[in-house]
C-alpha cells in the first residue's frame, strides 16, 4: 500500500514522477505529493484525492521547476487521515529533506516523542514524518550524510521502503529498503526507484530488486549499494514485460484489459511446465530435497488472503481429488495466530498475486521458524513473500494493475492443478493414464477461454437490468463452490453491491430467507456429479420467486427455461477445469454492472492492490 517513486535523470522530474505515480495509483489513491530539486532547493507540492488533482496542481499555468531530480508518493492513508497535510513527502524542521515512505514505523510514537524534546516541530499525524526529523536530528552531529543516513534508519522499526533526497545535494537519490519493495531502475542517463517495476517500464527494463536493509545512493552516472551498511554489489536483471502490458491499450479500464488478457497469462503460466510430447509436468522450482519432503508429508496448509484465498480453495479441491492429499486452507490473518501444530515436516503453500500481503508473509515467518517449508505462488517479481520463502512458483501473468483481482486468480488455479498432477504422481497416486487426460485436457484451455470471453457483449446487455439490486447471492458447490465466493466478491468490491457466496447445499440452513423477487442469485450450475443436487437447489430459489442467473455448460441439453431467468452457456470443459471457465462470466458481470453504475472500477473506494497492513 502506498506507491513511492524517485528520478535521477535527464528530463524534467516532475512529469517522469507524476507519470511514474500514475502506474502505482493501484497501490493507494488517498492523496498524492512530490518533491523536486529545483535551483538547490526543495520544492513539495501535494493535494489529497487521486494523482490527477496532484497533475493540476505540477502542470498549473507559469509553473517551471527546472528539476532533474524528486521523489513522489500515492498514499493509501494508515497513521493519519487521508488529508493534505498527511500526504508525502514529508520534511524536516528546516524543509532540507524531503521523504517519500511506503510501509509503517512501528516505533514512531516513542521517536516523536523523543524528537518533540529535542524542539522538532511536526506537522502531520503519520509515523512518516518522523525520519526526515531524525535524519535532521543526527545531522546535528556530523556533516557526513551518509553516516546520519545510517544512523537514522538504525533506529527505525517496522517495515519499510523509502525515497529521500536533500537539500545541498543536487545530484543525490537516496533509497531505502527494509521490508517493503523498492525497486532501481537503469536507464540510459537516468536512474529510477519504485515500489513495482511497470512505474518505469516506460523507460527502462534493466533493474535490480533491492534486498532487505539495502541503502542506495544514487548519483549521476553511478551508484551505491550497502547492505547492513556494508557496500555490496547486485546482479541486474532484465525485464520481459513489454510496457504496453502495464498500459490500458485502448481498453476502458485495465480490469477489463486484464479479464480479456486470461489466454495469454493462463498460457504463459503453464506452457514451461508442460511438456505436451510426453505429457509431462515439470517444476523447475522444485530441487530433491522437496520432492523428498512431498513424497515424505501430508502435512500441507495453503494459506492467503482474498482472490487468492478462494484460488487456494479450488486448488485444495484439486489436490484431494487429483494428489490425494487433503491440504487445510486458511486466510493467512486466521492461519497466523493459530496454535496449529508445525514441524519440519510441514509444508506451507502461501499464494499472493503482489508477494506484499502483510498477514501472508507473516504466517510465512511464523511457520518458517518452526521449521516448515515454504512454496509460494506469486505473480510479482523479487516481492517480499517470493523472497522469504524456500520455493517460488511465479504465474507469470503480467502486471495486474486493477485492484480487482481477475487474471491471477485464473493463474493461480492453473498453478494448483500442474502441482496436484505433479504432487499426485510423486505420491504414487495417479496411472500414466490418468496423467496423460489431465495434460491432454489443457490443449484446448485457452481456446475455450476465448471462446468464453465471446460472452462479453451479451453480459454487456444484461448488466444494465441487474445494477439496480443491492443484494446478490452467488450459489456453486464442490470445486465450483469458490467460484461463487469470488464472483460475489468481485461485485462487491468493485460496484459496492453486497454479495453473498454460498454453497448450494447450505441455502436450506438460513440463506433462503433471504430470497424473494428482489433477490438475483447466480448459480454455477456445470455439469458435474453435483449437479443434479443444483439443480435441486434451483428449484428452491425459484419457488420463492428468486431472480435466476444460470451458468451451465454448452451442451448441457435440459430444459432450463423454467428455473432460469437468464443462461449464460460455457463450453463444456473437464470437470477440474471447469472454475476456468465459470469465473469468466462472472468477472464480466460484475464489471458491466459496475462500469453501468459509474463505479471507480479500478481503484474501488478504501481498498488498494497490495495489502502491506495487517
Ligand atoms: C480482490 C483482491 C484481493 C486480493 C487480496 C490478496 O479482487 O484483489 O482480495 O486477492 O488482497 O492479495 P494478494 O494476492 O496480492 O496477496
Redesign the pocket.
Known amino acids: 500500500m502506498c506507491g513511492i517513486v524517485g528520478y535521477l535523470g535527464n528530463k524534467p522530474a516532475e512529469y517522469v514522477i507524476i507519470q511514474s505515480l500514475k502506474k502505482l495509483e493501484y497501490r493507494g489513491y488517498d492523496s498524492a505529493g512530490i518533491a523536486l530539486l529545483s535551483n538547490g532547493e526543495i520544492i513539495v507540492e501535494k493535494e489529497q484525492g487521486k494523482i490527477v488533482n496532484l497533475e493540476n496542481k505540477v502542470f498549473e499555468k507559469g509553473k517551471k521547476y527546472y528539476a532533474t531530480v524528486g521523489i513522489g508518493h500515492t498514499r493509501w492513508a494508515t497513521h493519519g487521515e487521508p488529508s493534505k497535510v498527511n500526504a508525502h513527502p514529508h520534511s524536516d524542521c528546516n524543509s532540507n529533506i524531503a521523504v517519500v515512505h511506503n510501509g509503517i514505523i512501528e516505533n514512531y510514537m516513542e521517536l516523536k516523542e523523543y524528537l518533540e524534546k529535542r524542539n522538532h516541530v511536526f506537522t502531520s499525524k503519520t509515523d512518516t514524518e518522523v525520519i526526515p526529523h531524525l535524519i535532521e536530528e543526527k545531522l546535528k552531529y556530523t556533516t557526513d550524510l551518509k553516516v546520519a543516513l545510517f544512523e537514522a534508519v538504525k533506529e527505525l522499526k517496522g517495515a519499510f521502503a523509502l525515497a529521500i533526497i536533500v537539500q545541498g545535494y543536487n545530484n543525490l537519490l537516496i533509497g531505502v529498503r527494509k521490508g517493503s519493495p523498492l525497486i532501481f531502475g537503469i536507464g540510459e542517463g537516468e536512474y529510477f526507484l519504485a515500489s513495482d517495476i511497470p512505474a518505469f517500464l516506460e523507460y527502462t527494463n534493466k533493474a535490480i530488486i533491492l534486498e532487505d536493509n539495502d541503502i542506495i545512493f544514487i548519483e549521476r552516472e553511478k551508484y551505491k549499494i550497502y547492505n547492513n551498511f556494508e557496500e555490496i554489489e547486485r546482479n541486474i536483471i532484465e525485464i520481459n514485460w513489454s510496457p504496453s502490458q502495464a498500459e490500458k491499450s485502448g481498453y476502458k479500464h485495465f480490469m477489463i484489459k486484464e479479464i480479456m488478457e486470461q489466454p495469454e497469462a493462463i498460457s504463459k503460466t503453464f506452457l514451461d511446465k508442460v511438456n505436451f510430447t510426453n505429457n509431462e509436468i515439470i517444476f523447475y522450482e522444485i530441487d530433491n530435497s522437496l520432492v523428498n519432503l512431498i513424497k515424505e508429508t501430508n502435512d500441507i496448509a495453503i494459506t492467503?488472503?482474498?482472490?487468492?484465498?478462494h484460488a487456494s480453495l479450488i486448488g485444495r479441491y484439486l489436490m484431494e481429488e487429483i494428489a490425494g492429499v487433503v491440504p487445510e486452507v486458511d486466510y493467512a490473518s486466521e492461519l497466523r495466530y493459530r496454535k496449529r501444530p508445525i514441524t519440519d515436516k510441514t509444508i506451507l503453500i502461501a499464494?499472493?498475486?503482489?508477494?506484499?500481503?502483510a498477514d501472508?508473509l507473516e504466517t510465512i515467518r511464523k511457520f518458517k521458524q518452526n521449521g516448515a517449508k515454504i512454496i509460494s505462488i506469486c505473480?510479482v517479481l523479487g516481492s517480499s513473500?517470493p523472497r522469504e520463502s524456500d520455493y517460488t512458483i511465479y504465474t507469470h501473468a503480467g502486471p495486474e494493475i486493477s485492484?480487482?483481482?481477475?487474471k491471477?486468480?485464473t493463474s493461480q488455479i492453473i498453478i494448483f492443478y500442474l502441482l496436484a498432477i505433479y504432487i499426485g504422481k510423486l505420491k504414487g497416486e495417479l496411472s500414466s493414464k490418468e496423467i496423460n487426460t489431465f495434460i491432454n485436457n489443457l490443449k484446448d484451455l485457452t481456446k475455450k477461454i476465448k471462446r468464453t470471453l465471446l460472452l462479453d457483449e451479451y453480459i454487456k446487455s444484461i448488466a444494465p437490468d441487474f445494477s439496480k439490486f443491492h443484494n446478490f447471492l452467488y450459489l456453486g458447490r464442490g470445486i465450483n463452490f469458490p467460484v461463487a465466493l469470488e464472483g460475489a466478491?468481485?461485485l462487491k468490491?468493485i460496484s459496492y453491491i453486497h454479495a453473498e457466496g454460498y454453497p448450494g447445499g447450505e441455502m436450506k440452513h438460513g440463506p433462503l430467507a433471504l430470497i424473494d423477487e428482489n433477490m438475483p442469485v447466480v448459480v454455477v450450475l456445470p455439469q458435474n456429479s453435483l449437479y443434479e443436487k443444483m439443480i435441486g437447489n434451483l428449484h428452491e430459489v425459484k419457488s420463492r420467486k428468486g431472480i435466476t442467473i444460470v451458468l451451465t455448460d454448452e451442451n448441457n441439453g435440459d430444459n432450463l427455461e423454467n428455473l432460469a431467468d437468464v443462461i449464460i452457456r460455457v463450453p463444456t470443459i473437464d470437470k477440474y477445469l471447469q472454475p476456468l471457465l465459470y469465473i469468466i462470466p462472472l468477472q464480466l458481470l460484475s464489471y458491466y454492472i459496475a462500469d453501468y453504475k459509474g463505479c471507480d472500477i479500478d481503484q474501488p473506494r478504501n481498498l488498494a492492490?497490495?495489502?502491506t497492513v495487517e
Open positions: 492467503a488472503c482474498g482472490t487468492s484465498w499464494v499472493s498475486q503482489s508477494g506484499e500481503t501472508t505473480n513473500i485492484v480487482a483481482s481477475t491471477a486468480f466478491l468481485k468490491e492492490k497490495s495489502v
